[in-house]
Protein backbone atom coordinates (compact mmCIF):
# COMPACT_ATOMS: atom_id res chain seq x y z
CA UNK A 1 0.00 0.00 0.00
CA UNK A 2 1.52 3.19 -1.09
CA UNK A 3 -0.41 5.47 1.33
CA UNK A 4 -3.15 4.92 3.68
CA UNK A 5 -4.92 7.24 6.17
CA UNK A 6 -6.62 6.24 9.05
CA UNK A 7 -9.19 8.29 11.31
CA UNK A 8 -7.04 11.45 10.29
CA UNK A 9 -8.45 14.12 12.46
CA UNK A 10 -7.42 17.98 11.82
CA UNK A 11 -8.57 20.67 13.95
CA UNK A 12 -8.31 24.21 12.96
CA UNK A 13 -7.81 27.41 15.97
CA UNK A 14 -9.59 30.44 14.62
CA UNK A 15 -8.57 33.15 17.40
CA UNK A 16 -10.74 31.49 20.69
CA UNK A 17 -12.58 29.01 18.24
CA UNK A 18 -11.61 25.26 17.14
CA UNK A 19 -13.08 23.62 13.92
CA UNK A 20 -12.47 19.97 13.19
CA UNK A 21 -12.30 20.34 9.61
CA UNK A 22 -11.43 16.59 9.12
CA UNK A 23 -13.16 14.04 11.27
CA UNK A 24 -12.21 10.35 11.23
CA UNK A 25 -11.06 10.01 7.75
CA UNK A 26 -10.13 6.82 6.60
CA UNK A 27 -8.89 5.93 2.55
CA UNK A 28 -5.95 4.16 0.92
CA UNK A 29 -3.75 4.69 -2.24
CA UNK A 30 -2.14 1.53 -4.20
CA UNK A 31 0.77 2.78 -6.48
CA UNK A 32 -0.69 3.17 -9.99
CA UNK A 33 -4.14 4.78 -8.89
CA UNK A 34 -6.08 7.45 -9.25
CA UNK A 35 -8.24 7.82 -5.68
CA UNK A 36 -10.73 11.08 -6.53
CA UNK A 37 -11.68 13.00 -3.54
CA UNK A 38 -15.01 14.87 -4.19
CA UNK A 39 -17.16 17.19 -2.07
CA UNK A 40 -18.27 20.63 -2.27
CA UNK A 41 -16.09 24.13 -0.77
CA UNK A 42 -15.92 23.37 3.01
CA UNK A 43 -16.17 19.84 3.51
CA UNK A 44 -12.14 19.62 4.14
CA UNK A 45 -10.76 17.36 0.71
CA UNK A 46 -7.81 20.28 0.67
CA UNK A 47 -6.94 19.91 4.47
CA UNK A 48 -6.82 16.82 4.10
CA UNK A 49 -4.20 16.77 1.48
CA UNK A 50 -2.62 19.09 3.02
CA UNK A 51 -2.52 17.38 6.24
CA UNK A 52 -0.93 14.22 4.93
CA UNK A 53 1.99 17.18 3.31
CA UNK A 54 1.77 18.50 6.11
CA UNK A 55 1.63 22.13 4.85
CA UNK A 56 -0.89 23.53 7.24
CA UNK A 57 0.34 26.20 9.80
CA UNK A 58 1.31 24.71 12.94
CA UNK A 59 0.70 27.35 15.11
CA UNK A 60 -3.47 26.92 14.07
CA UNK A 61 -3.63 22.78 13.07
CA UNK A 62 -2.91 19.78 15.26
CA UNK A 63 -4.51 16.55 14.38
CA UNK A 64 -6.20 14.79 18.19
CA UNK A 65 -6.14 11.37 16.28
CA UNK A 66 -5.32 9.40 13.32
CA UNK A 67 -2.63 7.71 10.89
CA UNK A 68 -0.85 8.90 7.77
CA UNK A 69 1.13 6.02 6.49
CA UNK A 70 3.07 6.29 3.45
CA UNK A 71 5.58 3.75 1.72
CA UNK A 72 8.94 5.76 1.69
CA UNK A 73 11.55 5.24 -0.47
CA UNK A 74 14.87 6.63 0.12
CA UNK A 75 16.87 8.06 -2.87
CA UNK A 76 19.94 6.36 -2.43
CA UNK A 77 19.09 3.04 -1.09
CA UNK A 78 15.94 2.72 -3.06
CA UNK A 79 15.04 0.91 0.54
CA UNK A 80 11.55 1.51 1.25
CA UNK A 81 9.93 1.99 4.91
CA UNK A 82 6.30 2.53 6.64
CA UNK A 83 6.53 5.97 7.77
CA UNK A 84 3.92 7.73 9.97
CA UNK A 85 3.64 11.31 8.38
CA UNK A 86 2.21 12.85 11.63
CA UNK A 87 4.91 11.24 13.86
CA UNK A 88 7.81 11.90 11.21
CA UNK A 89 10.65 14.78 12.25
CA UNK A 90 11.84 17.74 9.91
CA UNK A 91 14.37 15.71 8.03
CA UNK A 92 12.24 12.99 6.98
CA UNK A 93 9.29 15.19 5.88
CA UNK A 94 12.13 17.07 3.76
CA UNK A 95 12.84 14.15 2.15
CA UNK A 96 8.91 13.33 1.45
CA UNK A 97 7.92 16.14 0.56
CA UNK A 98 8.74 17.17 -3.24
CA UNK A 99 10.50 14.18 -3.64
CA UNK A 100 8.61 11.22 -2.84
CA UNK A 101 4.90 13.23 -2.40
CA UNK A 102 4.52 16.00 -4.58
CA UNK A 103 1.43 18.60 -5.12
CA UNK A 104 -0.91 20.66 -7.85
CA UNK A 105 -2.50 23.42 -6.41
CA UNK A 106 -5.61 25.01 -8.04
CA UNK A 107 -4.29 28.12 -9.08
CA UNK A 108 -0.34 28.07 -10.91
CA UNK A 109 0.33 31.64 -10.68
CA UNK A 110 0.13 31.69 -6.55
CA UNK A 111 2.41 29.18 -6.58
CA UNK A 112 5.03 30.01 -8.66
CA UNK A 113 7.28 32.87 -7.48
CA UNK A 114 7.30 35.26 -10.34
CA UNK A 115 10.62 36.79 -9.63
CA UNK A 116 12.04 33.56 -10.52
CA UNK A 117 11.87 31.96 -14.09
CA UNK A 118 9.91 28.53 -14.86
CA UNK A 119 13.72 26.69 -15.04
CA UNK A 120 15.19 28.05 -11.84
CA UNK A 121 12.02 27.25 -9.49
CA UNK A 122 12.47 23.36 -11.63
CA UNK A 123 15.84 23.32 -10.67
CA UNK A 124 15.88 24.38 -7.19
CA UNK A 125 13.60 21.72 -6.79
CA UNK A 126 16.01 19.09 -8.22
CA UNK A 127 19.34 20.29 -6.24
CA UNK A 128 17.54 20.60 -3.14
CA UNK A 129 16.85 16.81 -3.32
CA UNK A 130 19.72 15.59 -5.07
CA UNK A 131 22.44 17.54 -3.43
CA UNK A 132 25.16 15.97 -5.49
CA UNK A 133 23.86 16.51 -8.75
CA UNK A 134 25.37 19.47 -10.84
CA UNK A 135 23.68 22.50 -11.98
CA UNK A 136 24.31 21.32 -15.59
CA UNK A 137 22.93 18.25 -14.97
CA UNK A 138 19.98 19.41 -12.92
CA UNK A 139 19.12 21.95 -15.96
CA UNK A 140 18.60 18.92 -18.72
CA UNK A 141 16.95 17.33 -16.00
CA UNK A 142 14.68 20.31 -15.84
CA UNK A 143 14.63 20.75 -19.76
CA UNK A 144 13.57 17.47 -20.26
CA UNK A 145 10.63 17.44 -17.64
CA UNK A 146 9.21 20.56 -19.56
CA UNK A 147 9.18 18.27 -22.41
CA UNK A 148 7.29 15.61 -20.59
CA UNK A 149 4.60 18.04 -20.04
CA UNK A 150 4.09 19.25 -23.61
CA UNK A 151 5.22 22.59 -23.33
CA UNK A 152 6.64 23.86 -26.70
CA UNK A 153 10.55 24.86 -27.51
CA UNK A 154 11.30 23.96 -23.33
CA UNK A 155 15.02 24.94 -24.19
CA UNK A 156 14.12 28.68 -24.63
CA UNK A 157 10.47 28.10 -22.46
CA UNK A 158 12.31 27.43 -19.54
CA UNK A 159 13.91 30.73 -19.14
CA UNK A 160 10.36 32.14 -19.32
CA UNK A 161 8.83 33.88 -16.43
CA UNK A 162 5.82 32.88 -15.17
CA UNK A 163 3.55 36.03 -16.46
CA UNK A 164 4.84 35.51 -20.14
CA UNK A 165 2.76 31.86 -20.22
CA UNK A 166 -1.09 30.85 -20.29
CA UNK A 167 -2.62 29.52 -17.46
CA UNK A 168 -2.77 25.90 -19.17
CA UNK A 169 1.13 26.52 -19.59
CA UNK A 170 1.43 27.53 -15.93
CA UNK A 171 -0.36 24.39 -15.09
CA UNK A 172 1.81 21.88 -16.80
CA UNK A 173 5.03 24.27 -15.96
CA UNK A 174 3.63 23.52 -12.22
CA UNK A 175 3.11 19.71 -13.25
CA UNK A 176 6.92 19.10 -14.60
CA UNK A 177 8.26 20.72 -11.09
CA UNK A 178 6.23 18.15 -9.59
CA UNK A 179 7.50 15.41 -11.40
CA UNK A 180 10.53 16.12 -12.01
CA UNK A 181 11.65 14.58 -8.82
CA UNK A 182 9.77 11.35 -9.58
CA UNK A 183 7.49 11.50 -6.96
CA UNK A 184 5.23 7.92 -5.70
CA UNK A 185 2.45 10.01 -5.15
CA UNK A 186 1.15 13.11 -6.72
CA UNK A 187 -1.70 15.38 -5.30
CA UNK A 188 -3.57 17.57 -7.68
CA UNK A 189 -5.99 19.75 -5.71
CA UNK A 190 -8.44 21.31 -8.40
CA UNK A 191 -5.60 21.18 -10.94
CA UNK A 192 -8.48 22.08 -14.16
CA UNK A 193 -11.20 23.91 -12.84
CA UNK A 194 -10.26 27.41 -14.40
CA UNK A 195 -8.77 25.86 -17.63
CA UNK A 196 -10.33 25.43 -20.77
CA UNK A 197 -11.78 22.00 -21.91
CA UNK A 198 -9.36 21.35 -24.05
CA UNK A 199 -6.01 22.37 -22.33
CA UNK A 200 -8.29 20.53 -19.26
CA UNK A 201 -8.18 17.23 -21.83
CA UNK A 202 -4.52 17.72 -22.63
CA UNK A 203 -3.36 18.18 -18.72
CA UNK A 204 -5.49 14.78 -17.43
CA UNK A 205 -4.08 12.76 -20.59
CA UNK A 206 -0.43 13.65 -19.80
CA UNK A 207 -1.18 13.28 -16.20
CA UNK A 208 -2.39 10.01 -17.22
CA UNK A 209 0.40 9.11 -19.68
CA UNK A 210 2.86 9.84 -16.53
CA UNK A 211 1.39 7.88 -14.05
CA UNK A 212 1.31 4.92 -16.85
CA UNK A 213 5.42 5.21 -17.06
CA UNK A 214 6.33 5.70 -13.76
CA UNK A 215 3.89 3.88 -11.94
CA UNK A 216 2.70 6.86 -9.40
CA UNK A 217 -0.36 6.81 -7.26
CA UNK A 218 -2.70 10.19 -7.73
CA UNK A 219 -4.91 11.66 -5.31
CA UNK A 220 -7.34 13.92 -7.02
CA UNK A 221 -9.30 16.40 -5.74
CA UNK A 222 -11.69 17.92 -7.55
CA UNK A 223 -15.67 18.87 -7.43
CA UNK A 224 -16.31 17.62 -11.59
CA UNK A 225 -17.97 14.47 -12.07
CA UNK A 226 -16.84 14.50 -15.94
CA UNK A 227 -13.23 14.74 -14.65
CA UNK A 228 -13.96 11.74 -12.33
CA UNK A 229 -15.35 9.22 -14.43
CA UNK A 230 -12.49 10.40 -16.68
CA UNK A 231 -9.41 9.73 -14.29
CA UNK A 232 -10.15 7.73 -11.02
CA UNK A 233 -10.15 4.29 -10.47
CA UNK A 234 -12.06 5.06 -6.54
CA UNK A 235 -14.05 7.77 -5.30
CA UNK A 236 -14.50 8.98 -1.83
CA UNK A 237 -17.50 12.26 -1.27
CA UNK A 238 -17.05 14.39 1.38
CA UNK A 239 -19.30 16.56 2.90
CA UNK A 240 -18.66 18.68 6.67
CA UNK A 241 -15.07 17.04 7.07
CA UNK A 242 -16.24 13.14 7.05
CA UNK A 243 -16.21 10.59 3.90
CA UNK A 244 -20.14 9.86 3.34
CA UNK A 245 -19.55 7.15 0.51
CA UNK A 246 -16.82 5.81 -1.05
CA UNK A 247 -16.11 3.15 -3.52
CA UNK A 248 -15.25 2.19 -7.17
CA UNK A 249 -15.88 4.99 -9.14
CA UNK A 250 -18.32 3.43 -12.25
CA UNK A 251 -20.45 2.11 -9.82
CA UNK A 252 -21.12 4.97 -7.36
CA UNK A 253 -21.72 7.23 -10.43
CA UNK A 254 -24.34 4.73 -11.79
CA UNK A 255 -25.88 3.65 -8.61
CA UNK A 256 -25.21 5.99 -5.67
CA UNK A 257 -26.20 4.83 -2.16
CA UNK A 258 -26.14 8.37 -0.40
CA UNK A 259 -28.44 11.07 -0.72
CA UNK A 260 -25.46 13.64 -0.62
CA UNK A 261 -23.63 11.76 -3.19
CA UNK A 262 -27.39 11.75 -5.15
CA UNK A 263 -27.59 15.40 -4.50
CA UNK A 264 -24.52 16.01 -6.06
CA UNK A 265 -24.91 14.17 -9.38
CA UNK A 266 -28.59 15.48 -9.84
CA UNK A 267 -27.05 18.37 -9.96
CA UNK A 268 -24.64 18.09 -12.57
CA UNK A 269 -25.85 20.11 -15.76
CA UNK A 270 -26.97 17.17 -18.03
CA UNK A 271 -28.90 15.87 -14.77
CA UNK A 272 -31.10 19.29 -14.59
CA UNK A 273 -34.80 19.69 -15.67
CA UNK A 274 -35.21 22.37 -17.35
CA UNK A 275 -38.46 24.36 -16.42
CA UNK A 276 -40.91 25.18 -19.33
CA UNK A 277 -41.30 29.19 -20.61
CA UNK A 278 -43.87 30.94 -19.10
CA UNK A 279 -44.73 32.66 -22.14
CA UNK A 280 -42.36 34.06 -25.21
CA UNK A 281 -42.20 37.66 -25.26
CA UNK A 282 -42.37 39.73 -28.29
CA UNK A 283 -39.66 39.59 -30.92
CA UNK A 284 -37.25 42.47 -29.73
CA UNK A 285 -33.80 43.34 -30.48
CA UNK A 286 -32.24 44.28 -27.64
CA UNK A 287 -28.56 44.39 -28.81
CA UNK A 288 -26.87 44.21 -32.20
CA UNK A 289 -23.13 43.89 -33.21
CA UNK A 290 -22.58 44.57 -36.72
CA UNK A 291 -18.52 44.66 -38.13
CA UNK A 292 -17.35 45.29 -34.22
CA UNK A 293 -13.15 45.53 -34.14
CA UNK A 294 -10.92 45.54 -31.27
CA UNK A 295 -7.80 46.21 -32.09
CA UNK A 296 -4.53 46.73 -29.61
CA UNK A 297 -1.36 47.84 -31.19
CA UNK A 298 1.87 46.43 -30.93
CA UNK A 299 4.56 49.36 -30.41
CA UNK A 300 8.46 48.67 -31.36
CA UNK A 301 11.37 50.68 -31.38
CA UNK A 302 12.60 53.49 -29.79
CA UNK A 303 9.97 55.81 -30.91
CA UNK A 304 7.61 53.08 -30.06
CA UNK A 305 6.10 53.12 -33.58
CA UNK A 306 2.93 51.01 -34.27
CA UNK A 307 4.09 47.50 -36.12
CA UNK A 308 1.52 45.48 -35.85
CA UNK A 309 -1.74 45.39 -34.03
CA UNK A 310 -3.92 42.01 -31.99
CA UNK A 311 -6.83 41.52 -33.14
CA UNK A 312 -8.73 40.29 -30.08
CA UNK A 313 -12.27 41.31 -31.47
CA UNK A 314 -12.54 40.69 -35.45
CA UNK A 315 -15.42 41.52 -37.35
CA UNK A 316 -17.42 40.29 -34.77
CA UNK A 317 -21.24 40.44 -35.80
CA UNK A 318 -23.86 39.17 -32.94
CA UNK A 319 -27.89 39.89 -32.22
CA UNK A 320 -29.40 39.15 -29.25
CA UNK A 321 -33.53 38.92 -28.61
CA UNK A 322 -35.05 40.14 -25.33
CA UNK A 323 -35.77 37.01 -23.32
CA UNK A 324 -32.71 35.14 -25.32
CA UNK A 325 -29.88 33.32 -23.27
CA UNK A 326 -26.79 33.64 -25.84
CA UNK A 327 -24.10 31.62 -25.36
CA UNK A 328 -20.29 32.74 -26.23
CA UNK A 329 -17.99 29.72 -25.97
CA UNK A 330 -13.97 29.34 -26.65
CA UNK A 331 -10.60 29.59 -25.02
CA UNK A 332 -9.03 31.67 -22.68
CA UNK A 333 -7.63 34.38 -25.03
CA UNK A 334 -10.27 33.90 -28.22
CA UNK A 335 -11.59 37.45 -27.31
CA UNK A 336 -14.71 36.77 -24.96
CA UNK A 337 -13.93 38.88 -22.26
CA UNK A 338 -13.18 41.89 -24.54
CA UNK A 339 -16.08 41.21 -26.81
CA UNK A 340 -18.34 41.51 -23.67
CA UNK A 341 -16.65 44.90 -22.59
CA UNK A 342 -16.67 46.16 -25.95
CA UNK A 343 -20.34 45.48 -25.87
CA UNK A 344 -20.85 47.77 -22.90
CA UNK A 345 -18.05 50.37 -24.08
CA UNK A 346 -16.25 49.33 -21.29
CA UNK A 347 -13.46 48.32 -23.90
CA UNK A 348 -13.35 51.08 -26.64
CA UNK A 349 -14.22 49.53 -30.09
CA UNK A 350 -11.74 50.43 -32.96
CA UNK A 351 -14.56 50.61 -35.10
CA UNK A 352 -18.12 49.37 -35.83
CA UNK A 353 -21.45 49.85 -34.07
CA UNK A 354 -22.70 48.12 -31.37
CA UNK A 355 -27.02 49.05 -31.04
CA UNK A 356 -28.90 48.98 -27.47
CA UNK A 357 -32.52 49.13 -28.41
CA UNK A 358 -31.73 50.67 -32.03
CA UNK A 359 -29.38 53.35 -30.48
CA UNK A 360 -25.80 53.20 -31.58
CA UNK A 361 -24.15 53.29 -28.11
CA UNK A 362 -20.49 53.58 -30.14
CA UNK A 363 -20.70 56.93 -30.97
CA UNK A 364 -22.10 58.56 -27.56
CA UNK A 365 -20.34 61.10 -25.85
CA UNK A 366 -19.40 59.57 -21.87
CA UNK A 367 -21.89 62.05 -20.80
CA UNK A 368 -24.78 60.60 -23.37
CA UNK A 369 -23.96 56.91 -22.24
CA UNK A 370 -24.96 57.68 -18.46
CA UNK A 371 -28.18 56.34 -19.25
CA UNK A 372 -27.22 53.41 -21.07
CA UNK A 373 -25.17 52.31 -17.99
CA UNK A 374 -27.87 51.36 -16.04
CA UNK A 375 -30.20 49.42 -19.00
CA UNK A 376 -26.64 47.26 -19.76
CA UNK A 377 -24.91 45.58 -16.62
CA UNK A 378 -22.33 42.50 -16.11
CA UNK A 379 -21.95 40.47 -13.31
CA UNK A 380 -18.48 39.20 -13.22
CA UNK A 381 -16.58 35.50 -12.80
CA UNK A 382 -15.13 36.68 -9.47
CA UNK A 383 -17.80 38.29 -7.38
CA UNK A 384 -15.34 39.12 -4.04
CA UNK A 385 -12.56 40.92 -6.54
CA UNK A 386 -15.63 43.28 -7.83
CA UNK A 387 -17.35 43.79 -4.50
CA UNK A 388 -16.01 46.76 -2.00
CA UNK A 389 -14.63 44.41 1.27
CA UNK A 390 -15.60 48.11 2.76
CA UNK A 391 -18.72 48.07 2.00
CA UNK A 392 -22.36 46.50 3.48
CA UNK A 393 -23.80 44.81 0.78
CA UNK A 394 -26.78 47.73 1.56
CA UNK A 395 -24.07 50.55 0.03
CA UNK A 396 -23.31 48.23 -2.89
CA UNK A 397 -26.68 47.85 -3.85
CA UNK A 398 -27.96 51.47 -2.98
CA UNK A 399 -24.88 53.56 -4.28
CA UNK A 400 -25.31 52.58 -7.93
CA UNK A 401 -29.36 53.58 -7.57
CA UNK A 402 -28.50 56.43 -5.88
CA UNK A 403 -26.23 57.27 -9.05
CA UNK A 404 -28.85 56.39 -11.88
CA UNK A 405 -31.21 58.32 -9.86
CA UNK A 406 -33.41 55.15 -8.62
CA UNK A 407 -35.63 56.08 -5.50
CA UNK A 408 -36.81 59.27 -3.63
CA UNK A 409 -34.37 58.48 -1.14
CA UNK A 410 -32.18 55.92 0.90
CA UNK A 411 -35.38 54.29 2.47
CA UNK A 412 -37.02 53.29 -0.58
CA UNK A 413 -33.59 52.57 -2.32
CA UNK A 414 -33.06 50.40 0.75
CA UNK A 415 -36.90 48.18 0.21
CA UNK A 416 -36.05 47.98 -3.31
CA UNK A 417 -32.46 46.35 -2.78
CA UNK A 418 -34.25 44.48 0.05
CA UNK A 419 -36.66 43.19 -2.48
CA UNK A 420 -34.20 41.99 -5.05
CA UNK A 421 -31.64 40.13 -2.56
CA UNK A 422 -35.25 37.84 -1.62
CA UNK A 423 -35.29 37.86 -5.70
CA UNK A 424 -32.03 36.15 -5.61
CA UNK A 425 -33.21 33.62 -2.71
CA UNK A 426 -31.29 35.78 -0.12
CA UNK A 427 -32.62 37.36 3.08
CA UNK A 428 -32.92 40.95 3.60
CA UNK A 429 -30.64 41.36 6.68
CA UNK A 430 -28.20 40.13 4.51
CA UNK A 431 -28.28 43.83 3.31
CA UNK A 432 -25.98 44.60 6.64
CA UNK A 433 -23.26 41.87 6.58
CA UNK A 434 -19.92 42.65 5.09
CA UNK A 435 -18.88 40.42 1.43
CA UNK A 436 -16.63 38.04 3.35
CA UNK A 437 -19.30 37.09 5.59
CA UNK A 438 -20.92 35.32 2.38
CA UNK A 439 -20.12 32.17 0.66
CA UNK A 440 -18.77 31.99 -3.05
CA UNK A 441 -22.24 31.13 -4.21
CA UNK A 442 -23.79 33.76 -1.94
CA UNK A 443 -21.43 36.07 -3.03
CA UNK A 444 -22.45 35.63 -6.89
CA UNK A 445 -26.04 36.01 -5.86
CA UNK A 446 -25.02 39.06 -4.85
CA UNK A 447 -23.45 40.26 -8.24
CA UNK A 448 -26.59 39.45 -9.86
CA UNK A 449 -28.20 41.24 -7.57
CA UNK A 450 -26.49 44.14 -7.64
CA UNK A 451 -27.28 43.91 -11.51
CA UNK A 452 -30.95 43.87 -11.18
CA UNK A 453 -31.63 46.53 -8.65
CA UNK A 454 -30.89 48.91 -11.81
CA UNK A 455 -33.72 47.50 -13.96
CA UNK A 456 -31.63 46.42 -16.30
CA UNK A 457 -32.58 45.22 -20.32
CA UNK A 458 -29.38 43.20 -20.84
CA UNK A 459 -26.69 41.24 -18.74
CA UNK A 460 -23.73 40.08 -20.03
CA UNK A 461 -22.87 37.00 -17.15
CA UNK A 462 -18.88 36.39 -17.55
CA UNK A 463 -17.52 33.12 -16.39
CA UNK A 464 -19.78 33.20 -13.39
CA UNK A 465 -20.60 29.59 -12.34
CA UNK A 466 -16.89 28.56 -13.59
CA UNK A 467 -15.27 28.30 -10.01
CA UNK A 468 -18.84 27.48 -8.01
CA UNK A 469 -19.35 23.69 -6.51
CA UNK A 470 -22.28 21.88 -8.69
CA UNK A 471 -25.16 22.08 -6.57
CA UNK A 472 -24.39 26.03 -6.02
CA UNK A 473 -23.74 26.24 -9.57
CA UNK A 474 -27.39 24.32 -10.30
CA UNK A 475 -29.20 27.54 -8.23
CA UNK A 476 -27.42 29.97 -9.57
CA UNK A 477 -28.55 28.78 -13.60
CA UNK A 478 -32.20 28.03 -12.51
CA UNK A 479 -32.47 31.31 -11.08
CA UNK A 480 -31.21 32.81 -13.92
CA UNK A 481 -33.62 31.41 -15.54
CA UNK A 482 -36.34 32.36 -13.43
CA UNK A 483 -35.11 36.09 -13.75
CA UNK A 484 -35.02 35.35 -17.75
CA UNK A 485 -38.67 35.06 -17.42
CA UNK A 486 -39.86 37.37 -15.27
CA UNK A 487 -38.03 40.37 -16.57
CA UNK A 488 -38.02 39.18 -20.07
CA UNK A 489 -34.01 40.08 -19.74
CA UNK A 490 -31.43 39.53 -22.53
CA UNK A 491 -28.28 37.75 -21.51
CA UNK A 492 -24.91 37.57 -23.14
CA UNK A 493 -23.71 34.32 -21.06
CA UNK A 494 -19.82 33.90 -21.30
CA UNK A 495 -18.16 30.23 -20.71
CA UNK A 496 -16.14 27.72 -21.45
CA UNK A 497 -18.41 25.16 -19.63
CA UNK A 498 -20.58 23.45 -22.37
CA UNK A 499 -22.69 21.36 -19.92
CA UNK A 500 -23.72 24.58 -18.48
CA UNK A 501 -24.47 25.65 -22.07
CA UNK A 502 -26.68 22.88 -23.10
CA UNK A 503 -28.68 23.56 -20.33
CA UNK A 504 -29.04 27.30 -20.02
CA UNK A 505 -28.51 28.66 -23.55
CA UNK A 506 -31.44 29.26 -26.35
CA UNK A 507 -28.29 29.75 -28.75
CA UNK A 508 -24.67 29.71 -29.16
CA UNK A 509 -22.13 31.06 -30.46
CA UNK A 510 -18.34 29.85 -30.85
CA UNK A 511 -15.43 31.99 -31.00
CA UNK A 512 -12.00 31.80 -31.73
CA UNK A 513 -9.00 33.90 -32.27
CA UNK A 514 -11.23 36.96 -32.17
CA UNK A 515 -14.08 35.72 -34.84
CA UNK A 516 -17.27 34.11 -34.52
CA UNK A 517 -16.76 30.63 -36.12
CA UNK A 518 -20.31 29.23 -35.81
CA UNK A 519 -23.80 29.67 -34.22
CA UNK A 520 -26.87 28.71 -34.35
CA UNK A 521 -29.35 26.78 -31.74
CA UNK A 522 -27.75 25.47 -28.85
CA UNK A 523 -29.37 22.04 -29.24
CA UNK A 524 -28.81 21.85 -32.94
CA UNK A 525 -25.14 23.30 -32.75
CA UNK A 526 -24.03 20.63 -30.28
CA UNK A 527 -25.66 17.67 -31.76
CA UNK A 528 -24.40 18.44 -35.89
CA UNK A 529 -21.20 21.16 -35.38
CA UNK A 530 -20.36 22.42 -38.60
CA UNK A 531 -16.72 23.24 -37.98
CA UNK A 532 -13.82 20.89 -36.83
CA UNK A 533 -12.79 23.73 -34.34
CA UNK A 534 -16.05 23.50 -32.43
CA UNK A 535 -16.06 19.50 -32.50
CA UNK A 536 -12.51 19.79 -31.01
CA UNK A 537 -14.43 21.63 -28.01
CA UNK A 538 -17.21 19.33 -27.65
CA UNK A 539 -14.80 16.05 -27.93
CA UNK A 540 -12.64 17.57 -24.95
CA UNK A 541 -15.44 17.86 -22.63
CA UNK A 542 -15.26 15.17 -19.71
CA UNK A 543 -18.59 13.02 -19.53
CA UNK A 544 -19.92 10.96 -16.71
CA UNK A 545 -21.71 8.78 -19.07
Not at 57 to 80: T, V
Amino acid sequence: MLLEVKNLCTRLQTGDDAIDAVQGVSFSIERGETFCLVGESGSGKSVTALSIMQLLPADISSHPGGEILFEHRHANSQQREQVDILQAGSDTLQQIRGARIAMIFQEPMTSLNPVFTIGDQIIEALLLHWPDMSETEARKRAIEALRQVQIPHPEQRIDEYPHRLSGGQRQRAMIAMAMACEPDLLIADEPTTALDVTVQAEILRLMKNLQEKNGMGILFITHDFGVVAQMGHRLAVMKEGRIVETGETRQMIRQPTHDYTRRLLGSLPENLVKPARQHTPEPRTVIQVEGLNVHFPIKKGLLRRTVDSIRAVDGVDMNIQAGQIMALVGESGCGKTTLGRAILRLTEPTSGSVKFLNTDITRLTRKAMQPYRRQMQVVFQDPMSSLNPRLTIASALTEPMGVHGIGMNREERLERAGEVLEQVQLRRDYLWRYPHQFSGGQRQRIGIARALCLDPSFIICDEITSALDVSVQAEILQLLLALRDERELALLFITHNIGVVEYLSDDMAVMHEGRIVERGKTAELIRNPSQDYTQRLLDAVPRIS
